[in-house]
Each structure stands twice: as structure tokens, then as C-alpha cells.
């Protein structure tokens, strides 16, 4: 049937023309592959074999360090990627909310099962293909997309959710058809979870992985490197009360630090090395270039490029600030504006003089949220996702990391308070 893109057809084609799920990724992936393996042989010395037994797992962690272990699972870090169970699936299973229509004749059932959840298509009353939702990507605060295995290749469902309307909806970028052949790059999973074992041959399409060999999450190894050394020595030295064989990022320069967060928040990248080769503390341009066809200030993406953002902002570029200046990666913090004006009030103060200019509110409530002033929510272009009965995608609104003086949100802010 044409509406089920065969598998045959060319990955590379598939690639190049649908609008991957958001647009970065594309840009990642579909690098011509000869300059590819150039790049490669040049940064050799870059490549440490990385692999899955130097991973302690982030539960090992918690024996020691409970404090930090017990508030970081309520992160978007360490939701970000997870098994399919039920209780992480945002969307309803529920009849009447469980089917997502492209037109009458042509719809797909999100069913529950005792063997587990599927997405199935339907043509016309006749069932078509049936996939399992594998893994879960995404904390569910905007929206999540599901993967389902092949053998030991990935592929992306055709159905993902959309947290603002608490509804399903056709995934990001896909055109208005059924789609099940869209294969999940490693560049994916090094973003949406802290290692897994690439089983394939550079270059091979799609990548192979081990089923065995996932460390679902953003968690501590990501940020702090492979921890199983640390485990052990920490056990058999109670004594030794200085941390051995792990990565404090304390330490960091500006720009090691600053590369650890633009490893997946630094918007598109053409990888030069295999995926999980970067580790916390490398310099990121040992393992990817700037896609130079990538978007200028204008038109950089609320999502996935807080990085290129907040370096076009006066702050940034007149302090010596890091992501670390207002965000603590242990702590749940999302929507807590009136905590992120005071690390603002850091630097901006009536002391220094460089407290906000604006008049025409009390100091109160300027102090209780400069964000939603500063840092307003905007659209973002590569997460937005059709939902049922709709012509266009509905965006997600993501804050904006060019911080400036926005005049609209400012009106709307004001209008809010009156
Ligand atoms: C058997 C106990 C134990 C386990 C398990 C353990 N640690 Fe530690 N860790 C320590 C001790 C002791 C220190 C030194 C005191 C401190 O900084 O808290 C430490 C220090 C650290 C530091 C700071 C290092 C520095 O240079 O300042 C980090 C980061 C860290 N651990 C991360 C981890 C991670 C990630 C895991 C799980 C993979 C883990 N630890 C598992 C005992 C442990
Ligand atoms: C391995 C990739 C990766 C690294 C490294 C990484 N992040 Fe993230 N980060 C993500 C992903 C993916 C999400 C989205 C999680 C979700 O909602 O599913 C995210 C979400 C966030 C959020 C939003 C949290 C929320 O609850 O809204 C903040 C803030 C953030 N990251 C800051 C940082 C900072 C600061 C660093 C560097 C210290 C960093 N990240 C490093 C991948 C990463
Ligand atoms: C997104 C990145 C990120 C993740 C994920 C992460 N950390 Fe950290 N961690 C940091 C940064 C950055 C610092 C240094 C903070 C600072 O500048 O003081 C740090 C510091 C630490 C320290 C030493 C300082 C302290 O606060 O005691 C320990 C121990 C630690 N982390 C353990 C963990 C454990 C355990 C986990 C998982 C449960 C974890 N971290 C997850 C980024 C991360
Ligand atoms: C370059 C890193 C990167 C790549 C590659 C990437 N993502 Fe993301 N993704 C992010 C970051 C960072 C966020 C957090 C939102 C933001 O920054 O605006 C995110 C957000 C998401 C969300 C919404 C999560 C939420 O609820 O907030 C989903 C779902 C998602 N990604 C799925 C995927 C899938 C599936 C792939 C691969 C097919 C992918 N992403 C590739 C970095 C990446
Ligand atoms: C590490 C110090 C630091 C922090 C933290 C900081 N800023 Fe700034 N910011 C600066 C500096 C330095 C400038 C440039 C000089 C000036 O205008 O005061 C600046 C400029 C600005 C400007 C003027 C921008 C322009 O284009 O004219 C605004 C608005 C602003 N900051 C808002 C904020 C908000 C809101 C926060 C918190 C979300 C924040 N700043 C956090 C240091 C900081
Ligand atoms: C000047 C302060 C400041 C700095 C520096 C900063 N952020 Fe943020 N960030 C914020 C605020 C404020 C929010 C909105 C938090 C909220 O209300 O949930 C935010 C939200 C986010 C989000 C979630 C976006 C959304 O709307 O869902 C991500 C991801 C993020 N930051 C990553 C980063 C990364 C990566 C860096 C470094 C490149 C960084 N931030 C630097 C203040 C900052
Ligand atoms: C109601 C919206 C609003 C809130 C809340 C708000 N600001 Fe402003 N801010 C503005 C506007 C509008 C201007 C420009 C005023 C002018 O130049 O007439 C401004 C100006 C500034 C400037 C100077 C920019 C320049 O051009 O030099 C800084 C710095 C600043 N704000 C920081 C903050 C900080 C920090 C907070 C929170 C403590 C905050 N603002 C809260 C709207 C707001």
C-alpha cells in the first residue's frame, strides 16, 4: 500500500526529504557521508572506545550520594528516556481518546494489550501493520515520541503526544500519512539517554543497537562520565573521603562546561566521531562542526539550541555566566520563576545599578518574575506536532534564552497583573 511507506525505499531519501522530527536531528544525520568518514580518520585520536561496562547505572549512585539521587529522578534529565511501561505513557489508552484519524478511512489505534501497547493502522476497516511502543523519548513536559525495535534496528511510531493539549498527535515533522520506517539515529539516543551500545558498522543505516546495553536517561554518568571505577574504589576505601575516578564539573573552564550542556542543547551538530564518544570535561569541537547550513540568530530555534541563544544575549556576552549560573541539574525547578529572578538579581540590583528600568510596575512584582518579561515563551519550529482535525502543527512554547527586552510580552505580562 502507498499510504505504508515501504522499508525498501532508500533511508537516505526518507531522510532527506521528510522534515525529520525536529530539524536539528536531520541536519545531524543526513551529513554527506563521505566527508563523514574524513572527518573521522582526521580525529582518530579523539576516539576512547567509551563502553557500556565502565557505566556503574545511576542506581549504584544512590547508596552514596541519596540526597542528590532522591531529588535528580524528578528531573526532565532522567525521565527523558525510559522503558514503555504505563505509567510513563502520557497518552490514554481509553476508547474514544485512543485513536488518531488522518481522514475516516485511514486511522491509527493506540491499544492496550497483554502483550503490551500498540500503535496499529487501519485502511478502510482492515488492519494494516501493528507496532509496540518500546521506548518512551521524552519527559512528557512538552511531548513525547515512542520508538519500537526491529530486530535490533529502532524505528520511530507514527503517534507521539502532545502535552498542551493532552492529546495524541501525528509526530513531529511526519507528512500527513502513516508513517513506521522512520529509523532512530544514535545522534537520538546520545541526546535522550546517557549511553547504549551501537552494535553496527559506522555508516550502516539503520544503526544497530543492544537491547541488553541502554542506560535510559539523562543521568549522573552523562554529566559526571562512566562511574564504575568510582563505585568500586569508593567501596573499598569508606575511609577516603576525597572522590576518586569521577568527573566533577565544579572544576570546568567556562567553555568545558558550557560544552557539556551544548552537547544536546546546542542545536545542530555534524557529528565527526561515533555517537557516546564525548564525554563531560571533552571540548565539543573535537566531535562535531557547526552545521554551517544551519539558521542564523533569527531563525534559531527556541528548541534544542539554548547554547546559540543565550550567546547572542548581552548577558552572556558581558559576564562570565554558564548554564550553571541559573540552572542546578540535580533540582526539579521548572516554572519556578520567582527562584530564577533571584539568580538574575545576582548581577542586576539596585546596589550596581543595574536593576530593571522598566517604571510602570512595583518593585514587588518585578522582582517575582523577571522570565516571563525576558525570557518569554515562544513557538517552537521543530516541536510542533498535528494534532487530529487540525491543517497545521500546533507548536510547543519553550522560554527563549535571548534575553532582552521583549515589548509584547512585557504588554502581556502587564495586562496580567491589572
Ligand atoms: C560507595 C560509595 C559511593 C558510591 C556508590 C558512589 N560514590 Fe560518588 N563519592 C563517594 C565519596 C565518598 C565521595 C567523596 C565525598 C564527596 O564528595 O561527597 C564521592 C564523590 C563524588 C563526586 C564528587 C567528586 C569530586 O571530585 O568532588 C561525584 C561527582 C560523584 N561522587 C558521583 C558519583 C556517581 C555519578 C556515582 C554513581 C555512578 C557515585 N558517585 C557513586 C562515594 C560514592
Ligand atoms: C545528553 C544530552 C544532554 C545533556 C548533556 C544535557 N541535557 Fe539538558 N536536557 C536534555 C534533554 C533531552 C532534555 C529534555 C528532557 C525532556 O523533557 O524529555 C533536557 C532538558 C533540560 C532542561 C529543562 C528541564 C525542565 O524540567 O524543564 C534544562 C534546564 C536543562 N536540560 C539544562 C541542562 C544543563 C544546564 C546541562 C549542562 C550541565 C544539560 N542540560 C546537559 C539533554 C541533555
Ligand atoms: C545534567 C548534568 C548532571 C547530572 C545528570 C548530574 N549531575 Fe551531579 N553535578 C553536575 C554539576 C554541573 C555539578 C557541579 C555543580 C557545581 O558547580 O557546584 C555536579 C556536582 C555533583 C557532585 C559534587 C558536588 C555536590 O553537590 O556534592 C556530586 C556528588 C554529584 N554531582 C552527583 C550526582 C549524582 C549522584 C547524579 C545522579 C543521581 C548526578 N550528579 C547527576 C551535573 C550533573
Ligand atoms: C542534539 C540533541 C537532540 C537530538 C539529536 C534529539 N533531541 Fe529531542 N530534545 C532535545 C532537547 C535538548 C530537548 C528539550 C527541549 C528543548 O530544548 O527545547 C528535546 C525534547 C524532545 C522531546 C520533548 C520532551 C519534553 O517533554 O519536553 C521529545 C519527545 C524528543 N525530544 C524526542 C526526540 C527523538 C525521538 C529524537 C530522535 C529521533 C530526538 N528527540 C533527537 C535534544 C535532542
Ligand atoms: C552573571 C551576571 C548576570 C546574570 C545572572 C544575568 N544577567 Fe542580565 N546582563 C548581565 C550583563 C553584564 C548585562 C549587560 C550590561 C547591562 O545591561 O547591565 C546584562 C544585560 C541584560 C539585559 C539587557 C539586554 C539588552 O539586550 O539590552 C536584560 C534585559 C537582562 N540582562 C536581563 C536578565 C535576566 C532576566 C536575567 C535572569 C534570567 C539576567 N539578566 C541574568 C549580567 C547578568
Ligand atoms: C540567565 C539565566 C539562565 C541561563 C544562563 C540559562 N538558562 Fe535555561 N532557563 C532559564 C529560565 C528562567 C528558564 C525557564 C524555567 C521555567 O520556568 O521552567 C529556563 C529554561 C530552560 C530549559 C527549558 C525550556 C522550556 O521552556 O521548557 C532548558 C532546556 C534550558 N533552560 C537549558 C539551558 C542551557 C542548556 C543553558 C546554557 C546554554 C541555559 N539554560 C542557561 C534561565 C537560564
Ligand atoms: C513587566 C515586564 C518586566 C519585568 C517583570 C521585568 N522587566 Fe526588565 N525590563 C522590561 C522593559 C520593558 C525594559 C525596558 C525599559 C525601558 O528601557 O524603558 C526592561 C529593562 C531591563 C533592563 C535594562 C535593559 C537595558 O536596555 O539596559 C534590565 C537589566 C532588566 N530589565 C532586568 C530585569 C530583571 C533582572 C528583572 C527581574 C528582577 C526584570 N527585568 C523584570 C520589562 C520587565
Request: glycine share 14%.
Given at each position: 500500500m502507498k499510504m505504508f511507506t515501504g522499508n525498501k525505499r532508500s533511508v537516505t531519501v526518507i531522510l532527506l526529504i521528510g522534515s525529520c522530527l525536529f530539524i536539528l536531528i536531520q541536519c545531524i544525520n543526513n551529513g554527506k557521508k563521505e566527508s563523514d568518514e574524513k572527518e573521522k580518520n582526521n580525529s582518530t585520536s579523539q576516539i576512547r572506545n567509551i563502553n557500556f561496562k565502565q557505566f556503574a547505572g545511576e542506581a549504584a549512585c544512590l547508596t552514596c550520594h541519596k540526597n542528590i539521587y532522591d531529588s535528580f529522578v524528578h528531573t526532565s534529565h532522567f525521565l527523558t528516556s525510559q522503558p514503555a511501561i504505563e505509567k510513563y505513557i502520557k497518552g490514554s489508552f481509553e476508547k474514544g481518546k485512543n485513536i488518531f484519524s488522518f481522514h475516516p478511512g485511514l486511522y491509527v489505534e493506540m491499544e492496550k494489550t497483554d502483550s503490551g501497547f500498540f500503535q496499529t493502522a487501519y485502511s478502510n476497516g482492515v488492519e494494516k501493520i501493528s507496532k509496540r511502543f518500546d521506548i518512551i523519548t521524552g519527559s512528557g513536559a512538552k511531548g513525547q515520541t515512542y520508538l519500537s525495535w526491529r530486530n535490533n534496528e529502532l524505528f520511530q511510531l507514527p503517534i507521539s503526544y502532545l502535552t498542551s493539549a493532552n492529546e495524541w498527535a501525528n509526530s513531529?515533522?511526519?507528512?500527513?500519512k502513516i508513517v513506521y520506517n522512520r529509523p532512530v539515529t544514535s545522534r537520538c539516543l546520545e541526546c535522550h539517554s546517557t549511553y547504549v551500545t551501537v552494535?553496527?558498522?559506522?555508516?550502516?543505516?539503520?544503526e544497530e543497537y543492544d537491547h541488553n546495553e541502554i542506560l535510559y536517561g539523562v543521568e549522573c554518568e552523562k554529566c559526571h562520565g562512566p562511574g564504575a571505577n568510582h563505585v568500586t574504589y569508593e567501596m573499598q576505601h569508606p575511609k577516603d573521603l576525597v572522590g576518586k575516578y569521577i568527573i566533577n564539573p565544579a572544576t570546568f573552564t567556562r567553555q568545558q562546561s558550557l560544552d557539556l550542556c551544548a552537547?544536546?542543547?546546542?542545536g545542530r551538530l555534524q557529528k565527526t566521531?561515533?555517537?557516546?564518544?564525548f564525554i563531560a570535561g571533552d571540548t565539543l569541537a573535537n566531535y562535531f562542526v557547526k552545521d554551517n547550513s544551519g539558521p542564523t540568530i533569527s531563525e534559531?530555534?527556541?528548541?534544542?539550541?539554548q547554547y546559540g541563544l543565550l550567546q547572542e544575549s548581552k548577558c552572556f556576552q558581558m559576564s562570565g555566566m554558564t548554564c550553571l549560573t541559573c540552572h542546578n541539574?540535580?533540582?526539579?525547578?521548572?516554572?519556578?520563576e520567582a527562584l530564577f529572578s533571584q539568580r538574575c538579581m545576582a548581577c542586576h540590583n539596585k546596589e550596581h545599578g543595574t536593576f530593571c528600568k522598566i517604571n510602570s510596575l512595583s518593585v514587588a512584582s518585578i522582582k517575582s518574575n523577571c522570565i516571563d518579561c525576558h525570557m518569554p515563551k515562544q513557538p517552537s519550529m521543530s516541536v510542533a506536532l498535528l494534532l487530529q482535525g487540525h491543517d497545521e502543527p500546533t507548536p510547543a512554547l519553550i522560554h527563549t534564552h535571548l534575553i532582552k527586552v521583549y515589548q509584547d510580552a512585557t504588554k502581556k505580562f502587564i495586562k496580567t497583573k491589572k
Open positions: 513531529p515533522g511526519y507528512p500527513k552494535l553496527s558498522a559506522p555508516g550502516k543505516e539503520p552537547l544536546c542543547h546546542g566521531t561515533p555517537s557516546f564518544e534559531i530555534d527556541v528548541h534544542g539550541n541539574t540535580h533540582e526539579y525547578e521548572r516554572g519556578k
